[in-house]
Every structure is written in structure tokens, then in C-alpha cells.
């Protein structure tokens, strides 16, 4: 029986694969970047690569010479690449450490990324070319959620789309309990409520001051009254929304927002101004308000819409 090898920079495609493919957790060799987001993960008793990745563009240049190097001399590396044929390849294949791993590759999904048609520029091009997500003759197929319809004809016979919910309602316990532990989810991450709200980091970013961004979330609580309504921060905010929200729940759980909902059943409806993590929500409504929603939304970063 072939090992699996997963290529992946994204929590969220780690656990599209941990759920579609509930039976080869334990024989996975993971190939991943040092992601922050992917350090609490629990690898005991499963084979990971870590690969580092650079911040500013000589440091990534370098990090994919070493990483070059890393395939020849580094034993596990060099004897996947070498014998293709003993493993089956799974993953994302833009990634900068990903061209060794496409043979006979099955794409998943990222985001929304994999619906639009790529730009890359001329950097990217030289060191990787222009045949990802899905266009190079050597992925043979594409998992998508169905965040959006495709179209493009180069890659419309290798799509195939699933449906996330499902999925994990066809799993067993123990399967299930084993996509849980991997992201360490616990009871205490489950989230009792009907609403979920995710919010941006727009005064973070500047954009906004942050008794702006309160007066806009404060019209769009309002709008859920009656609900039973959770905030979902983001990751890099620092508002402290129970100060201004006293009634009004706030996850904070570091576990990926789709492997919460999995779990919370409760949870019927995703609420955001314009985020499109919304489109990855494994719920039955998503409310996509978009900038038009708000005058200073609009002004700000011009028309969004879902």
C-alpha cells in the first residue's frame, strides 16, 4: 500500500483532506511550511517536513535554493522525490516547495484563489512558472467546495466537487475524534450559538479607527437581534469586543473557524462585512454584506460584493 504525501501551507487544506480522506491520517507524510498557524498542530505519530519559508524576496529566494539543496541531501526528501511512483500526491501545488511533489497530484482547495484565473509575476514565473492551481498536465484532478463555478476550460474536467458538510456527517466517531485531535479541538472550542460574525482587522490595518469599526459592527449585531450571536475574531485584532459587547459571545479559539462549525451544529448562519473566509464556512446561510453595506466601507476599499 502507497504512502500519501500532503503538500500544504493552509490549516483549512489540511483539514479538507483530513476529512475527505479520514483513512490516511496515520499514513501521511506531511510536507509543510513553518506556517505559524500550523504550529499547534499534534504531528506525534505521524512523519512531517517542515520546510521554511522567507518573509522579504532575497529571504525567500535563498530559503527555495536551500530548500533545492534540502532534496538531495536530506534522506526523506531526496527518496520521495526520486521514486514518485511509490507515493500518492496530494495537496497545494502554488506553493514554493510544492513542484517535487506534482505527480499524479490531487489538488485541494484553498480558497478562493483556486477559482480565479492566477497572476503571477515575472520572480514567481522564473522560479515556479505559470502552471498552478490545477493547469499543469501533471494534477489530475481538483477538489473543490464549490465556492464558485468554474469555467475556465483548462481545468474544468478535473474538477470535482464536494460538499464539506457532508462529508463529515459520513464520518465515524472515531473518525471524526481523529480530525479533532490533530487541530487539538476540545468541548471548550464548540460554539453554542445560531449566528457566527466574523470580523476584520480593519483599524489594525489602519484603514478605519477602531470606534468606527464598533459603530459598524454595532448596526450589524443589531440586525441579528433575537439571535443568538457569536463573534468570531480575527486572528490579528486586538479589539476587545466584550467591552463594547457585553452580551455577545467571542471565540477566540485558536482551531480553524470550519472545524468549530463541524462541530457546533447549532450554527446555522455565517455573517461577515467582506471577508471571504465566509465562503469556506461549512453552514446552511452566509450573509456576504459587502462594502456597499457601509458609506466608509465603500469609500474605503471601493465596491465589494460576494
Known sequence: MKDNVFVFDSPYTLLLYCVLYPDNIFNTIYVHSNNNALNRL??????????NKGRGKLEKILLYVFFKLRTIFNKELRYIVRHPKEFNFYGQDHLF?????????????????????????????????????????????????????IKEPEILNKVQYFDLLVKWNS???????????????????????????????????????????????????SEYDG?????RRHPREM?????????????????PIE???????????????????????PC????FKGTSYHPLLLQKFGEINP
Open 97 to 149: 516547495f510544492s513542484a517535487p511533489f506534482v505527480h499524479d497530484f490531487v489538488l485541494i482547495e484553498d480558497g478562493l484563489a483556486n477559482y480565479k484565473i492566477p497572476k503571477y509575476s515575472k520572480l514567481y514565473t522564473f522560479f515556479l512558472g505559470a502552471k498552478t492551481f490545477g493547469r499543469s498536465g501533471k494534477v489530475k484532478q481538483i477538489l473543490l467546495s464549490g465556492m464558485m463555478k
Open 259 to 281: 472545524l468549530i462549525l463541524l462541530n457546533s451544529p447549532s450554527i446555522r448562519r455565517g455573517v461577515t462585512l467582506f471577508s471571504s473566509g465566509i465562503f469556506n464556512l
Open 227 to 231: 439571535h443568538n450571536v457569536v463573534i
Open 239 to 255: 479589539t476587545c469586543y466584550p467591552d463594547y459587547f457585553p452580551n455577545v459571545k467571542v471565540n477566540d479559539s485558536k482551531v
Open 284 to 287: 446552511q446561510y452566509k450573509d
Open 42 to 51: 499534534d504531528f506525534d505519530s505521524k512523519r512531517h517536513i517542515v520546510i
Open 171 to 221: 464520518l465515524t466517531p472515531e473518525q471524526k475524534n481523529n480530525v479533532n485531535n490533530f487541530f487539538r479541538f476540545t468541548n471548550t472550542d464548540e460554539i453554542e450559538a445560531d449566528v457566527v460574525i466574523l470580523t476584520q482587522p480593519l483599524s489594525e490595518y489602519g484603514f478605519i479607527t477602531e470606534s468606527e469599526k464598533i459603530d459598524i459592527y454595532q448596526k450589524l449585531i
